[in-house]
């Protein structure tokens, strides 16, 4: 079955950086749109950053574009989130998803999260 476990997560000082990573499994990797989202205590979604299945296309929210760089290897079935200048603001639980199609229909799968928290 589809699993997605993201890692990486931690306390962290304003300004300071940390690198999640997600791995995947139970479907075919390489054809799939990978998807980094985040949610803050009493705040909505937020989508961070896509990535296309080859690599080639990325886009990222506005209040993270210039810092965050998303990023996969397909040989190893794990996408990556990079996080740079960190703000409070950017506390959250983050967590990787993906639409995969199981024949019949795409169902959404998204992993336990990890935490990120911003000290100050």
């Known amino acids: 079955q589809v699993q997605l476990v993201e890692s990486g997560g931690g306390l962290v000082q304003p300004g300071g950086s940390l690198t999640l990573s997600c791995a995947a499994s139970?479907?075919?990797?390489?054809?799939?749109?990978m998807n980094w989202y985040r949610q803050a205590s009493g705040k909505e979604r937020e989508l961070v950053a896509i990535i296309s299945h080859a690599g080639s296309t990325t886009n990222y929210a506005h209040s993270v574009k210039g810092r965050f760089t998303i990023s996969r290897d397909n040989t190893k079935n794990t996408v990556t989130l990079q996080m740079n200048s960190l703000k409070p603001e950017d506390t959250a639980e983050y967590y990787c998803?993906?639409?995969?199609?199981?024949?019949?229909?795409?169902?959404?799968?998204r992993g336990p999260g990890t935490q990120v928290t911003g000290s100050s």
């Open positions: 998803q993906a639409a995969v199609y199981d024949g019949s229909e795409y169902g959404i799968y």
């Open positions: 139970g479907f075919t990797f390489s054809r799939y749109q």
